[in-house]
Structures are given as structure tokens and as C-alpha cells.
T-cell receptor, first 114, second 111 residues
Framework: SQTIHQWPATLVQPVGSPLSLECTVE??????LYWYRQAAGRGLQLLFY??????ISSEVPQNLSASRPQDRQFILSSKKLLLSDSGFYLC?????????????FGPGTRLTVL | SQQGEEDPQALSIQEGENATMNCSYK?????LQWYRQNSGRGLVHLIL?????REKHSGRLRVTLDTSKKSSSLLITASRAADTASYFC???????????FGAGTRLFVKA
């Protein structure tokens, strides 16, 4: 069966510090991968998606970046965090876009930037 | 811009009552999905309805889709305290790639 992992679960970082959040998927190959951010009490904002190794599409201009060094690994990074980067970050995967678009979500990382 | 917009934003009901949440969207879609999120957790997929379907059932869930009105509703029958969560609709546009999520409805079921 497929599983998706995210770590860390919570993170408190000072403004200006770097960030690295990791997401890995098990039990599937060549998934589409997504990074979302959710502000408190709000919906999901799509940040990045990837259809394959090294292929990253950015949805919102910001000081975040994403990388996919391996098929089932998706990393969200920042060189210098801003206060506005605080939020709940969710990674998700799906099999393909052809017919059935269910996404499977990880447990999330709650980031607080102070 | 957001595709799906849910209403109400928040809903409080008694256990045993039915809960209805609505979602409106703006463009042609391939399918519409409903997800559930418990506080501080990831989203869990509940049900998917395709653009050529009008109604779908799954246990106590009933989803309807009206493509002429660009709207969908999620009905939870005989609600339980454990149904307390946020519920999101999500749409995939015709020919599009991304799944767009709405802002969600927060449901609180009182025991």
C-alpha cells in the first residue's frame, strides 16, 4: 500500500533562517507531487507541483522553492524565511491526470516563523 | 483565483441532524471532489463526482452536481460528533492539470 511521509511535524524558525521540508512517498512510482500551504482556517494554496524528477512548476511567486531529486522525494526550501511563510504545509501525491484525480495527503508540517 | 467556493463557512448542528454544504465554481470541470480535514491533519478524500454524473452516494454521504449552475452539494445524513471537521470541495478544470481547493466549510456536530 502507498504511504506518504512528511517531516518535521512542527517547526519554529526565526525570520531570515533557511527552511527545508521533506516529503517522501512509498508504494508507488512516478507520482505527481504537490506542495500546498494552508493558512489558519483557510483553504489550500497550491505552491508547487511536479510530474517527474527535476520537473517543478511554480504557482505563486514567493521566496520558496521546490526540488524533486528522486522520483518519490519532494523538498520545499527557502533561503530566508519571512513572517508570512508561517502556515501549515501539506504534501500530496496522485497517480495520474488521465481520469481519476484523487490526491493523497501527508500529515502536514506546521511552520511558525518568529 | 479560487475555483471552488463553499458555503456556509461554518455550520453547527446537533448529532443526528443532516448537514448540507454547498460548493460553487466558475469554469468547466472534469470532476469535483470533496475532502475532509480534521484539525491539524492532512486532507482525506471522501468522494469524486464526474462532470457527466448528477448524484453519487457513499455511506452517509450524498453528493450532487449541477453543471448548469456550476454547483455541488455534500449532504451528510445522521451526523455524528466524529463528523466534526472541515470539508473542502476541489475541482479539476476540463483540460486542466491542477486541482483547485475551496476555502472549506467548518462543521461542528454537537453531541
Amino acid at each position: 500500500s502507498q504511504t506518504i511521509h512528511q517531516w518535521p511535524a512542527t517547526l519554529v524558525q526565526p525570520v531570515g533562517s533557511p527552511l527545508s521540508l521533506e516529503c517522501t512517498v512509498e508504494g508507488t512510482s512516478n507520482p505527481n507531487l504537490y506542495w500546498y500551504r494552508q493558512a489558519a482556517g483557510r483553504g489550500l494554496q497550491l505552491l508547487f507541483y511536479s510530474v517527474g524528477i527535476g520537473q517543478i512548476s511554480s504557482e505563486v511567486p514567493q521566496n520558496l522553492s521546490a526540488s524533486r531529486p528522486q522520483d518519490r522525494q519532494f523538498i520545499l526550501s527557502s533561503k530566508k524565511l519571512l513572517l508570512s511563510d508561517s502556515g501549515f504545509y501539506l504534501c500530496a501525491w496522485e497517480t495520474d491526470r488521465s481520469s481519476y484525480n484523487e490526491q493523497f495527503f501527508g500529515p502536514g508540517t506546521r511552520l511558525t516563523v518568529l | 483565483s479560487q475555483q471552488g467556493e463553499e458555503d456556509p463557512q461554518a455550520l453547527s448542528i446537533q448529532e443526528g441532524e443532516n448537514a448540507t454544504m454547498n460548493c460553487s465554481y466558475k469554469t468547466s470541470i472534469n470532476n469535483l471532489q470533496w475532502y475532509r480535514q480534521n484539525s491539524g491533519r492532512g486532507l482525506v478524500h471522501l468522494i469524486l463526482i464526474r462532470s457527466n454524473e448528477r448524484e453519487k452516494h457513499s455511506g452517509r454521504l450524498r453528493v450532487t452536481l449541477d453543471t448548469s449552475k456550476k454547483s455541488s452539494s455534500l449532504l451528510i445524513t445522521a451526523s455524528r460528533a466524529a463528523d466534526t471537521a472541515s470539508y473542502f470541495c476541489a475541482t479539476v478544470n476540463t483540460g486542466g492539470f491542477k486541482t483547485i481547493f475551496g476555502a472549506g466549510t467548518r462543521l461542528f456536530v454537537k453531541a
